[in-house]
């Protein structure tokens, strides 16, 4: 397929700068995953969806205040993104990261940043894909850092900076483990009275942990979607997310996704065909004509035109009722994208 074949328009103003003033308040449109039918609905009215014996899967991760201010050794300024942090034993504190600068940066390069009354020097040790190789001091607790002097990651798409609301609006309710630099935002309309009624029906839960990276706003460069080259990310499947998708599945109930990147976590622990325990990097890459091994119900966001979310969505569904369903969402005045409204295939 074209990456063309992908393609909406979309106004801008219906691009969310904001969130709810409620997490829950947002809409939600519904559609059937083989039938195309939409139904339109409150974000509220998602327990009501659910099904005795469905399994809930949310991401877990946490959005580390993942963005930078410094200067080079020139004195120019620059701006660093956080990708992931490489974290093996050999490379101590090394980091990926987009860096923005006036001027190309070469390795051997030095970046300053202050943290309180000092200043922390990391080294650029060369390049990875597009991608930047920095080197911050082994002695420094990275996380802390990052808490003390980052700024939270919004994505491009958001027309603003940082507030200091998004420090926990850009966050799920259940965010445990530190490590994505852009939020799973299926995850952020939940509150403690949506998951209390969640648990009220005797719904079942679960998680997984997909640390999301600053790649997920790279665009796909190439026409033809099958060339394209997924950037890695970190997934963790536990035991005990394996177990309850396997009696989720022998009770004749439905794995639930919360986000794509719970789509993502789950089927690249199912690629044997029955769903394992899984730690480690993914590159999966979900576009029409794939065949869904674990994942029956999708909780998601509207997602980028040409992105390979929408391809997600797509292939969990159908090309044409995506896109006739994110014509529909237009048409009614959904909001769109990371702080946007919801939409539920079921």
Do not use: W
Request: charged letters at 25%; hydrophobic letters at 40%; glycine letters at 8%.
């Amino acid at each position: 397929m074209k990456l063309a074949d992908f393609h909406y328009e979309l106004p801008d103003e219906l691009i969310a700068d904001h969130p709810a003033a409620e997490r829950s308040g947002s809409r939600l449109l519904v559609l059937g995953r083989e039938s195309g039918e939409l139904s339109h609905r409150r974000f509220t009215d998602f327990p009501d969806l659910l099904l005795p014996g469905d399994l809930l899967v949310f991401n877990d991760t946490r959005v580390i205040p993942a963005r930078l201010y410094g200067h080079k050794s020139t004195g120019g300024k620059v701006e660093v993104l956080l990708e992931r942090v490489l974290g093996a034993n050999e490379r101590p504190n090394e980091v990926l990261a987009q860096v923005k600068a006036g001027k190309s940066l070469r390795s051997g390069a030095q970046l300053s940043f202050a943290d309180g009354d000092a200043t922390v020097t990391a080294d650029v040790r060369g390049r990875q894909d597009e991608f930047f190789v920095l080197g911050f001091p082994e002695s420094l607790d990275l996380m802390a850092f990052f808490e003390r002097n980052g700024h939270i990651p919004l994505p491009p798409y958001i027309r603003r900076g940082d507030e200091a609301a998004d420090h926990e609006r850009y966050q799920t309710v259940f965010a445990r483990t530190a490590g994505a630099v852009a939020a799973p935002t299926a995850g952020l309309h939940f509150d403690d009275a949506v998951l209390a009624r969640i648990r009220a029906r005797g719904i079942a839960t679960a998680s997984v942990t997909l640390h999301v990276g600053a790649g997920t706003f790279q665009p796909v460069r190439v026409d033809d979607i099958d060339a394209h080259r997924m950037h890695a990310e970190y997934v963790c499947v536990p035991e005990a997310t394996r177990d309850a998708v396997r009696e989720c599945k022998a009770r004749g109930g439905r794995v639930v996704a919360i986000g794509t990147t719970s789509v993502r976590s789950l089927e690249t622990a199912s690629q044997s065909g029955e769903i394992e325990a899984f730690r480690g990097d993914t590159r999966i890459f979900i576009r029409p004509g794939y065949t869904f091994r674990t994942v029956d119900a999708l909780l998601t966001n509207f997602h980028l035109p040409e992105s390979t979310l929408l391809m997600l969505v797509s292939a969990f569904s159908s090309r044409e009722s995506i896109l006739a369903a994110y014509a529909e969402a237009v048409k009614e005045r959904y909001r769109f994208f990371s702080y946007g409204d919801a939409m539920f295939i079921g």
